[in-house]
């Protein structure tokens, strides 16, 4: 299976992801002249999927540019892929527990809501991190025109999100907003991871268009 083929239907995955998760936007019945009100209350909804919107656009950059930067797949890219996308389409079912329980107060409804989001992130990085190994561990899935230290400088990312994600669920139990302050930062840990491979990524183009004009030369 071609690289181009992989990526064209994991992102069609992720949009239609994202499209669901818009569904989740909806007025229920309200007396007139109280519309602005009924607007109001649905905070929570506006606020998660804010944040979801955030994970999932800044996942997608890391898988298109990742998987963009290899020379070719294999069967066991292509099912660590998959399971990776399994992962990622979990992501609106948390989103809705959150949007539910938020406004209510309910400390028990909130934290178990919050643990919900905190475990498919889990699984989320568990995979980039499968993924990662993977390609590590078969140097011919790489691109030439990539040096190793940009494979190196990323494998161990997803390590970082996971030990916050960890954190979080174990602050559910003592202070149930740090524990969601915890969940946000993971999830703005994952931005600016991407924005480091990026850079890595600009550095390494860099390095490899130098030495062709050395070469050229």
Do not use: C
């Not at 066991?76 to 949007?99: A, C, D, Q, R, V």
């Not at 990026?198 to 130098?210: C, G, I, M, R, V």
């Amino acid at each position: 299976m071609k690289l181009d083929r992989v990526q064209a239907f994991s992102d069609g995955v992720f949009s239609i992801l994202i499209t669901i998760m818009v569904l989740e936007f909806h007025i229920d019945d309200f007396k007139p002249g109280h519309l602005f009100n009924e607007v109001l209350n649905q905070w929570p909804i506006f606020g998660t999927y804010l944040i979801s919107y955030l994970y999932v656009g800044t996942l997608w950059l890391f898988h298109h540019d990742y998987i963009a930067g290899l020379k070719i797949t294999d069967r066991g890219l292509n099912i660590l892929n998959l399971l990776m996308l399994f992962s990622i389409t979990l992501i609106n079912y948390p989103m809705t527990l959150i949007s539910a329980v938020l406004a209510s107060g309910n400390t028990s409804d909130i934290r178990t809501a919050f643990i919900f989001y905190d475990l498919v992130a889990l699984f989320i990085s568990g995979t980039f991190l499968l993924i990662y190994f993977y390609v590590n561990q078969h140097s011919y899935l790489k691109s030439k025109a990539k040096p190793e230290s940009y494979y190196q400088s990323i494998r161990f990312d997803p390590l970082g999100s996971m030990a916050i994600y960890g954190t979080s669920i174990a602050l559910s139990f003592v202070n149930i907003w740090l524990s969601g302050f915890l969940l946000v930062a993971g999830i703005i840990y994952h931005f600016i991871a991407y924005i480091r491979m990026s850079a890595s990524e600009d550095l390494a183009e860099k390095l490899a268009l130098n030495k062709k004009n050395l070469t050229d030369k």
